[in-house]
């Protein structure tokens, strides 16, 4: 592999690390407040509220039964509205934090939803207000499942963003379709396979054994 | 019944859920600094009934009255600062499996807005009351169930309650545990002064500790009074069929030998299922009356119970018609109830 196809890889796995960080974190904060939303408006909620659970949960459902490539399409007028530019890896993050959200909400409501509700009731027995619920309770308990739904969600969001390619996004995935298939470079396409390989076991095995050292349970 | 203040006082509560009425026009009151226990078969409404006394559960009918205040008349806020002043424990003990014992005995101080330097004290304090001060940094998951518990009577007492509220805590624990849990709590109740509501499905556990007692069933109380009366003169089958673990029948081979029939020559068993001192007396001077009846005893069990015996004395009596026509009629005239069991030969 030459100098060059080492600068390649080098910018690829930069933009490819932009893309899934920024738009992971941005999943994060906004799908996990949307997990406990799900959670306690639900009828066995501390805060039973059935029709905004309702509407919360058709709308998550129409995001996520969309698929990735036409919400990046369809997204482009929300993302110049938001960024400026429909090109390039900054526009890329938007369609991703927004296809992401959704499923980190779903993958959060299903480890939140996992705690012992007899927890809950001691919570509320201790005479505790909702938020106190919330943030000593419901969050700190579903804490290991929260780690492990977000690496899913992040190994998702490496795989997602090399579609990011069809805006100009550039990434690995943009770096395999562009080289190693247009231009007929298997070395490049077989490299760039196995850096995915490697930095999605690396996400898997990290958020593995965080989730462990967090899981007092054992 | 002690004319103490009354802490707890339920005013014919009634809770449907759907079609099933789990409460049914139950009254009672709890008295200050008593162990006050409910006893019911599972389904019996109990785990809802207690529910009702710090809100959890809510009512559809009747009042719910503690510390002189209606709870179906406070809002979710008012609500709250009377349950910090309610302490809970619990079957399954639902402590935080992600916070150490020291965090699980701080949270109702934490929760309740307390300087960090005063819930330490507090805390310490708690742990060495229940004996798991070397156990402070330690997750639940680590610990033994009796030990869990002990953390959640912590926990259910930092935020100094005038009432405790159990709910089965000792049924997930084996024998030898529960007893030291009810010791515990028995010695709690003499320190703190605290009274105490528990719920249970096993007579011991009423026997070991309660003041009082109510049996529940089918969302109706049955009857409810001092422990020893309860037990000395249960009113209804179901509380003789609770009552049967704690008192054992009859030995097997005194029940083999039974006739149903007089036996010509034979002896006739009575038993008296009873409490209080006098009644006895007044048994036990009854038979030796007639030295002709040859009174024997050929089983007892009598426990004390609230300072009170309690318990089965069988009496057998040398047989003849005419003898125990004679005594069954003057021990109905001095209200002595002995119950015929039924004949063996010799």
């Known amino acids: 592999m030459s100098a060059d196809d080492i600068q390649l890889f080098a ?27 799900l959670v306690i408006t639900n ?7 059935p029709i905004l659970n309702r509407l919360l949960g058709t709308i998550i459902n129409a995001f996520r039964s969309t698929p990735f490539i036409i919400l990046l399409v369809a997204l482009i007028p929300f993302t110049r509205l938001i960024v400026g530019t429909t090109i390039g890896t900054t526009a890329a993050i938007v369609p991703l934090a927004i296809a992401a959200t959704p499923y980190y909400a779903r993958v959060a409501e299903m480890s939140l939803r996992e705690v012992d509700r007899g927890l809950l009731e001691a919570l509320r027995a201790l005479g505790a207000t909702r938020w106190q619920i919330i943030r000593e309770a419901l969050l700190p308990e579903a ?61 898997q095995i990290g958020g593995d054994l965080l989730a462990r050292r967090l899981n007092r349970r054992l | 019944m002690s004319a103490g203040e009354a802490i707890v006082r339920l005013e014919s509560i009634g809770r449907a859920f759907g079609s099933v009425v789990a409460l049914n026009d139950v009254s009672l009151e709890v008295q200050r600094g008593e162990i006050f226990g409910i006893i019911g078969r599972s389904g019996a409404g109990k785990s809802t009934l207690i529910r009702t006394i710090n809100g959890l559960e809510r009512i559809d009918t009747g009042r719910v009255i503690v510390d002189g205040s209606d709870l179906s008349a406070l809002d979710e806020a008012a609500l709250n600062r009377v349950r910090r002043k309610i302490g809970m424990v619990f079957q399954h003990f639902n402590l935080l499996s992600m916070k150490t014992v020291f965090e699980n005995v701080e949270l109702p101080l934490k929760l309740a807005g307390q300087p960090r330097d005063a819930r330490s004290t507090a805390v310490w304090q708690l742990l060495d009351m229940v004996g798991l001060r070397d156990k402070a940094g330690v997750y639940p998951a680590k610990l033994s169930g009796g030990q869990k518990q002990r953390v959640g009577i912590a926990r259910a007492l930092a935020g100094k309650p005038s009432l405790l509220l159990s709910d089965e805590a000792t049924s997930a624990l084996d ?32 026997r070991e500790i309660c003041d009082r007692v109510a049996v529940l069933d089918q ?128």
């Not at chain 2, 009854?286 to 009598?302: K, N, R, S």
Request: charged residues 20%; glycine residues 12%; proline residues 4%.
């Open chain 1, 43 to 49: 009828d066995d909620g501390v805060w039973r509220r």
């Open chain 1, 143 to 203: 804490l290991p499942g929260l780690v492990s739904g977000f690496t899913v969600t992040l190994v998702t969001l490496i795989g997602a963003s090399a579609m990011a390619g069809a805006v100009g996004a550039g990434g690995l995935g943009d770096l395999a379709i562009r080289y190693g298939y247009e231009r007929f470079e298997t070395n490049i396409m077989v490299g760039v396979i196995v850096v995915l390989i490697v930095i999605v076991s690396g996400v």
């Open chain 1, 11 to 37: 910018v690829a796995l930069g933009e490819t690390g932009i893309m899934a960080g920024i738009s992971g974190v941005l999943s994060l904060v906004l799908g996990l407040p949307l997990g406990v939303l």
């Open chain 2, 175 to 206: 024998p030898e545990t529960t007893l030291s849990i009810l010791q515990l709590l028995k010695e709690l109740k003499g320190r703190l002064g605290v009274t105490i509501v528990l719920i249970t499905h096993e007579m011991s556990v009423i």
């Open chain 2, 219 to 346: 969302g109706q109380i049955l009857e409810q009074g001092t422990v020893w009366e309860v037990f000395g003169h249960p009113r209804t089958e179901l509380t003789r069929r609770l009552l049967r673990g704690v008192r054992p029948p009859l030995p097997e081979s005194l029940v083999k030998a039974l006739h149903q029939q007089p036996v010509a020559g034979g002896r006739c068993l009575l038993r008296i299922d009873g409490s209080g001192a006098e009644h006895y007396a007044a048994a036990l001077a009854l038979l030796a009356a007639d030295p002709g009846w040859q009174t024997d005893i050929v089983h007892a069990e009598v426990d004390r119970v609230g300072g009170h015996p309690v318990g089965t004395v069988t009496f057998s009596v040398r047989y003849s018609e005419d003898a125990i026509r004679n005594l069954l009629a003057r021990a109905e005239r001095q209200s002595i109830d002995f119950e015929v069991l039924g004949y063996v030969c010799r």
